[in-house]
Nanobody
Framework: QVQLVESGGGLVQAGGSLRLSCAASGRTFSRYNIGWFRQAPGKEREFVAALSWSGTSTYYADSVKGRFTISRDNAKNTVYLQMNSLKPEDTAVYHC????????????????WGQGTQVTVSS
């Protein structure tokens, strides 16, 4: 089992950058695939990015491709989401999620979720 805690959210102007962190507990974190999802008010939770446990496979939503980068540091049990060129439409609560078997865009594939961190982008 793994527990996830997100941090790094905040208020930023359009065009700015933020780096979100997802800190995990558990000795086997390095074997978990990680996804980032976001949920804006009144909208469904949507896929943002995902990274396989080995780090060899990455996935991005079209809306963030070229602007966001997902990475992991297994020695620190942490996954990062570097967000550049932020837009007001990126405003949402960002959640990280983990699963030992599957990785990709479907939120139902992930068994473990963090509570989320708020990102607000002003125009």
């Amino acid at each position: 089992q793994v527990q996830l805690v997100e941090s790094g959210g905040g208020l930023v102007q359009a065009g700015g950058s933020l780096r979100l962190s997802c800190a995990a507990s558990g000795r086997t974190f390095s074997r978990y695939n990680i996804g980032w999802f976001r949920q804006a008010p009144g909208k469904e939770r949507e896929f943002v990015a995902a990274l396989s446990w080995s780090g060899t496979s990455t996935y991005y939503a079209d809306s963030v491709k070229g602007r966001f980068t997902i990475s992991r540091d297994n020695a620190k049990n942490t996954v990062y989401l570097q967000m550049n060129s932020l837009k007001p439409e990126d405003t949402a609560v960002y959640h990280c999620a983990a699963d030992p078997l599957r990785v990709g865009v479907d939120r139902t594939w992930y068994d473990y979720w963090g509570q989320g961190t708020q990102v607000t982008v002003s125009s």
